[in-house]
């Protein structure tokens, strides 16, 4: 591509600076164009996508590539209307909490005695740099797993190489084999990687998810490395 065609293109992508510029290569590849390429023909059908355009790339937005300190990765965004909200796992306020996050929070209710909230809104954690990553940045409506193979999970392998090279000491949270394939791209020698079963009700009540205290296990970590510890807390 183009020297001026390539920063032009650049410039359209609706994404912090901290991260477009580590991730330039592959938001110039042939990868993305070809999902762009997917995204607009989804579009000129009018077929309805989650989350809503702008905010596809909130989870990288919302925490800036210096200020990680930990990943929670998921597979792709909530399917139903209103759900997605760009964040991993995270609903907004008003809509009714998916199984998996009702799970999550037994956990981080058994792990820190933290009383849940009633709402699903989990921005809190990412104003604290806690990156909410899908493995998978979009989907199309009542149809789970439809975006996936489409490049995607290469643009976010790249989230992952660029946090792995450019951090140091970031917790990576990975929940089910989903997750933790993707994670094994992860410098266990400079990073910690916390692994468990996935929260969903089906993995979680075969156990390997309760009883897991990631939360506990990361904030020790961050503590042992001379970094503020995230306040799990999320307001009424």
Known sequence: MQDNAATELLA???????????????????TMQNLRGFLAEKQ???????PPNPQIFRALNDVPLN???????????????GQANGLSFSVNKGVDLPPS????????????????PRHGDLSAWAEQGVLLLNSVLTVEQAQPTSHQKQGWEA???????????????VVFILWGAYAQRKGQRID????????AAHPSPLSANRGGFFGCKVFSKTNQYLIQHGIEPINWQLDA
């Open 155 to 169: 643009f976010t392998d790249a989230v992952i190489d660029v946090i792995n090279e450019q951090r140091q000491n």
């Open 188 to 195: 266990v020698h400079k990073h910690l990687v916390l692994k």
């Open 67 to 81: 200020q990680v300190k930990a990943v929670i990765l998921g597979q792709d965004p909530y399917h139903g209307a």
């Open 101 to 116: 996050l009702r799970n999550i929070y037994h956990e981080l209710k058994t792990d820190l005695g933290i009383i849940p």
């Open 12 to 30: 359209r992508v609706r994404l912090n600076d901290s991260w477009k510029y580590s991730l330039a290569p592959m938001l110039l590849s042939d």
């Open 44 to 50: 000129q059908q009018q077929k309805i996508i989650y």
